[in-house]
């Protein structure tokens, strides 16, 4: 169950619900105070800071923090994992892979796609000069019964 809880606007502890005392000031803002005692003080004009007993001294002091022991940070560690046409064994020996070696691989490879990129372009231009023999004729007109047989 949780219990709503104010804070004590002069010494910052919390003031439950049944206690403490309300004080509206001119400008309309409510403030809240754990005692009469605070509420005093407050009425005079001490600063809080200056009384050793207050949650505002105690942390413009340091008086509240504990020893914390630090916990031990995590060291990151490199995971080399398999991509997915590639097993873990083809990807460490892509990385061990000689210079000299990955040149001579890359430029068989180049090769290659240029090859085929040659034999492409060939028969681009067999099938172009097909289309051209076929315009030559010009415009045929076609009667519609021979067009419905075609399909």
């Known amino acids: 169950m949780v219990i ?18 309300r004080y509206v000031r001119k400008d309309g803002k409510m403030l809240t105070f754990l005692n009469a005692k605070s509420f005093s003080l407050h009425m005079q004009r001490k600063k809080a800071q200056r ?6 001294w105690r942390r413009k002091h340091k008086a509240t923090q504990k020893k914390v022991v630090k916990k031990k940070g995590k060291k990151t560690v490199k995971v080399v994992r398999a991509i997915a046409g590639l097993s873990l064994d083809d990807l460490k020996k892509r990385r061990d892979m000689k ?3 990955r040149k001579a691989k890359t430029a068989a490879a180049v090769k290659s796609v240029k090859a085929r990129k040659k034999t492409s372009d060939d028969k681009k231009k067999k099938s172009k000069d097909y289309a051209k023999t076929r315009q030559s004729k010009g415009f045929v007109k076609i009667p519609k019964a021979r067009m419905k047989m075609r399909k």
């Open 99 to 101: 210079p000299t070696a």
């Open 51 to 56: 009384l050793r007993w207050t949650l505002v």
């Open 4 to 21: 709503k809880t104010d804070l004590c606007y002069f010494t910052e502890c919390k003031v439950f619900p049944g206690h403490g005392l």
